[in-house]
């Protein structure tokens, strides 16, 4: 495949995973009954929080900064939700949940490449898709009042950091970076989608009283 | 007016809003029995954290880095809160919200302002100026551990973004930047009291179970 | 005592507040039943958390990022906490108190020796050591859906800014460096240690309704 065709691909996954995650803050926002500006908020958080932090902890400049599209697909989609979700019934939820996945592994796996080109170390790249792939769900769940889903029960974190592992092995093996990019996005989107389908959940570890 | 009556008077807006958003912050610490030192850290997080936000997103020095008299007017207004005020009714509540609308409305044209100093695009400016009108009253209300009210029933982030973006306009327009400033600032203000005054509040986005 | 003995000591000094704050998250993650990820999450916010707020505030490189180790230490003892603690009495809650509290005057000290380092105030230097001291514990707390308790009941902000207060007066008054790391730590440690004993605490600054 040509150069131009991989940044092509990764600019449209980037997107989708700019939409899914922004998808998931305007629903939750309508949980907790936010006013149609709230929503915003909550969906750019959510959909830009995680790789904000990335990018501050790099010292990179911040990704959304240069460029209006990713604001724009944010304010598109909280419009689009609010218009027509009233109920959850209304949500194709199963859709929501794979495209979801979706994000999940190419934000954690474009962030692992990220840090890679900036001649980080394989841990710091892994620990880069992590941050991206969880932080803005951890920020949506924390100003909605909850402790967060991800970090409890679901199969969710492991996600990013398996997916960013594999692309950082790969690399180091001397694969192709197309190569590394697709399987290790692949592995991690039927890895958390397995986990949805069978529910799959790690073991809470409890301290009891 | 001359150019030094102009930044004498941001300079004095400017400490106005640093004031009136640490007031809130130290009376919300005083709702929630904050200690002497929880009560300066929640004043300091509401009245810097918008503006410190903004300034690691545009990559700039935190602003006030190399000044401190912020700091100062921090300490001093939580001090003067804690000495002086042990109900609710000790505090002219009209008053205070009339301060903090004109810190709400000032941070976010001066913060789009710099934004636009800094080179960057009209949308970006707006989200800045947002940014710093909020950011800090959400981080105030998630420490206290409350949905942050205004995501939810206050006619509060939309003030920010009205005023943020009128001056992104006036400025496009060609305007001189006192008039841009002023004429923006004012409507802010102006859409913030009467949003007080007659209770306006946005229709909640509400997704039923 | 000669340099690489100082630097030697600072990087042991180190170490153990990185794994006492961690110790510190992992408990708490175990407390609210968060999955394996969560825990190690959780551990790295508190540790490096406020350590990271600095560095992103004063606009240098943040210091875990071009070091692996500080991230084996949190994994390793995530792990350990997860193998081997399964009720509160298991761990000798004296114990990581005291190791607590090594952990917060260092981090206080040190970070406000980073800040005089890089030519800040007194004033800045020791609002650096306070940051570096609570902002992980806060996260952490907020995280959980709790309002920190090291800003309402524990006698804790103080130490941090206590210590880091003493570190800037002793070198102002032109002590070696040496003597006023250790002094200005031994006497946050003691006053944390003593807090802890005898029980202090801060009146609370209540607003009655």
Chains 1, 2, 3 share one sequence.
């Not at 909550?42 to 460029?67: P, Q």
């Not at 999940?104 to 900036?118: C, E, H």
């Not at 620990?127 to 402790?147: E, K, L, Y």
Request: proline residues 2%; contains cysteine.
């Amino acid at each position: 495949m040509e150069e131009h065709h991989i940044s092509a691909f990764i600019e449209y996954a980037n997107s989708i995973a700019i939409v899914a995650f922004a998808l998931s803050g305007a629903l939750t926002a309508g949980h907790y009954r936010l006013d149609p500006f709230g929503v915003m908020v909550l969906a750019a958080i959510t959909a830009v929080g995680g790789g904000t932090i990335r990018d501050l902890i790099m010292g990179v400049e911040v990704f959304w900064l240069s460029r209006n599209d990713y604001i724009y697909s944010i304010v598109i989609t909280s419009l689009i939700t609010m218009l027509f979700v009233r109920r959850p019934s209304h949500v194709p939820m199963q859709l929501l949940l794979v495209v979801d996945a979706f994000g999940l592994a190419m934000f954690a796996v474009l962030s692992a490449q990220k840090a890679l080109d900036y001649q980080m170390t394989g841990l710091m790249a892994v620990i880069m898709g992590t941050i991206t792939g969880v932080a803005g769900g951890i920020i949506r769940d924390i100003i909605c009042n909850q402790i967060p889903l991800l970090l409890r029960r679901e199969f969710y974190a492991v996600v990013a950091l398996f997916s960013a592992s594999l692309f950082v092995i790969f690399e180091s093996l001397g694969f192709s970076e197309n190569f590394s990019l697709f399987v290790s996005m692949i592995c991690g989107l039927v890895l958390r989608l397995a986990a949805i389908y069978w529910g799959f959940s790690l073991p809470a570890f409890a301290i009891d009283d």
